[in-house]
């Protein structure tokens, strides 16, 4: 006799997520599959299956030989009944009213009895007490197949105890989603609230997280004298722990700039002492830091092993400010060097992280010069459309799961009013 449990499982054609599959796959997985129902007419023992017995239809397909095949199952159940048609004359036909040996188990039977009863299923045994302390009853489909319908108090205490263990897993996932969400928020309150406001300089910058929470970081940093500090990093590893991770980097980076000061490398150097010291040893991140001088619109920068800042001037032409350093937090003897851009009216400059230009479609990466063809392509529009537009192609590119978090700051040089009121008064002249 085969047992079919009414066990709360969702329903699945193979049953992988009908049973429980062990962690161990050196242990093949192995479970019932299906046992074969014959009928004489498919639609109606479909309809008898589904509509009066409640059962899940889980496939009906024709094959090139014009076979139907019909598989349903109980709704919690772990095994498949396919209904197959016993062609007139054949072997089939012949078992076609039988007594199948199948046992369903159910953890309410006289509640079955009269629900299927009152659909118009037949029984030929109502609920009876059984020696081993069960109930059975005996029922039968449209053609005469028999089945037997079962409980017991053994298995009703396995299926509360199953139910009580998905209740369980089902609090314990609201509650994590519950306090992911509360990390995401948490974490968008780290990213800058604020721009200090610079005569010759635009600029925005945004955060497009792969997951609820991740280790991309940028900010704005309010320097005195009119300067500010355009910071863009990617710290190691994903998920939670890298959201930690930038949170750590962000105040290290944030409590260093705190004073002001003119010395950006001796700033960096004592964040990486800050970082190394706070994190795992196989803890990193690289950091673009730039400060930006408001008179002068002189660019002082250290690129900490992060990918280059695209600088696209005026007149076309393009500058890289690649790596004048090594990642911050992976050593603890540690040295930066500063380097400086002279940027003019015009010229637009371009930090990101490798999401951007590691995003895949197929075998193919976004890349360097597909950011610069985009960045190119944004001419003329202001550093918020310039750094939504690129999110956008890059998103167009691949449209499907992101896989690393998207960060862009864009940076534009414009003309002070005293510079524009010149440029009129030469023109009228």
């Known amino acids: 006799m085969v047992i079919i449990a009414a066990m709360p499982r969702p329903s699945s054609l193979l049953g992988a997520e009908r049973a429980i599959v062990r962690a161990d796959?050196?242990?093949?997985?192995?479970?019932?599959?299906?046992?074969?129902?014959?009928?004489?007419d498919q639609d109606r023992s479909l309809d008898f299956y589904v509509n009066q017995l409640g059962f899940d239809l889980l496939a009906d397909a024709r094959f090139t030989n014009n076979t139907r095949?019909?598989?349903?199952?109980?709704?919690?159940?772990?095994?498949?009944?396919?209904?197959?048609?016993?062609?007139?004359?054949?072997?089939?036909?012949?078992?076609?009213?039988?007594?199948?040996?199948?046992?369903?188990?159910?953890?309410d039977i006289h509640g079955t009895y009269d629900r299927w009863r009152a659909r118009g299923v037949r029984f030929t045994q109502p609920p009876t007490s059984i020696g081993w302390?069960?109930?059975?009853?005996?029922?039968?489909?449209?053609?005469?197949?028999?089945?037997?319908?079962?409980?017991?108090?053994?298995?009703?205490?396995?299926?509360?105890?199953?139910?009580?263990?998905?209740?369980?897993k089902l609090e314990a996932e609201r509650r994590a989603a519950q306090e992911l969400e509360i990390a995401r928020d948490v974490q968008a309150r780290l990213?800058?609230?604020?721009?200090?406001?610079?005569?010759?300089?635009?600029y925005a910058g945004l955060c497009l997280q792969a997951r609820h929470v991740g280790g991309d970081y940028f900010d704005y940093l309010s320097l005195g004298g009119g300067r500010v500090g355009l910071v863009v990093g990617d710290v190691s590893g994903k998920g939670i722990a890298a959201a930690l991770l930038m949170a750590n980097l962000q105040a290290n980076v944030r409590s260093q700039c705190a004073g002001g000061g003119c010395d950006p490398a001796g700033m960096l150097r004592r964040v990486n002492d800050l970082f190394y010291a706070s994190s795992a040893q196989s803890s990193y991140a690289t950091l673009f830091f730039g400060e930006y001088d408001d008179c002068s619109r002189r660019l002082r920068y250290a690129n900490c092993g992060h990918l280059p800042g695209m600088v696209l001037r005026a007149d076309g032409g393009v500058e890289m400010l690649e790596a004048t350093c090594t990642l911050v937090g992976l050593f603890a003897e540690w040295d930066c060097f500063?380097?400086?851009?002279?940027?003019?009216?015009?010229?637009?400059?371009?930090?990101?992280?490798?999401?951007?230009?590691?995003?895949?479609?197929?075998?193919?990466?976004?890349?360097?010069?597909?950011?610069?063809?985009?960045?190119?392509?944004?001419?003329?529009?202001?550093?918020?459309?310039?750094?939504?537009?690129?999110?956008?192609?890059?998103?167009?590119?691949?449209?499907?799961?992101?896989?690393?978090?998207?960060?862009?700051?864009?940076?534009?040089?414009?003309?002070?009013?005293?510079?524009?009121?010149?440029?009129?008064?030469?023109?009228?002249?």
Request: charged share 25%; net charge negative; with cysteine.
């Open 133 to 168: 302390g069960g109930t059975l009853a005996r029922f039968e489909d449209i053609d005469g197949n028999h089945f037997e319908l079962m409980t017991s108090a053994h298995l009703n205490q396995e299926i509360e105890g199953v139910r009580r263990e998905q209740q369980t």
């Open 25 to 40: 796959a050196s242990d093949p997985d192995l479970r019932i599959f299906k046992t074969n129902i014959f009928v004489h």
């Open 69 to 107: 095949w019909i598989a349903v199952a109980p709704p919690n159940g772990s095994a498949i009944l396919a209904l197959l048609c016993g062609t007139p004359g054949s072997a089939e036909e012949k078992l076609i009213g039988r007594e199948t040996q199948l046992a369903f188990i159910t953890e």
């Open 338 to 429: 500063i380097g400086e851009c002279q940027l003019n009216a015009g010229d637009t400059l371009l930090l990101y992280t490798d999401g951007v230009t590691e995003a895949f479609s197929g075998d193919e990466e976004f890349g360097q010069q597909r950011l610069l063809d985009a960045l190119c392509r944004s001419r003329g529009k202001t550093a918020i459309e310039t750094i939504e537009a690129i999110a956008d192609e890059v998103r167009r590119f691949n449209p499907g799961e992101q896989s690393d978090d998207i960060t862009l700051i864009a940076a534009q040089v414009k003309d002070t009013a005293a510079e524009s009121a010149g440029t009129a008064e030469q023109a009228s002249a």
């Open 191 to 202: 990213f800058p609230q604020a721009r200090p406001q610079l005569e010759t300089l635009e």
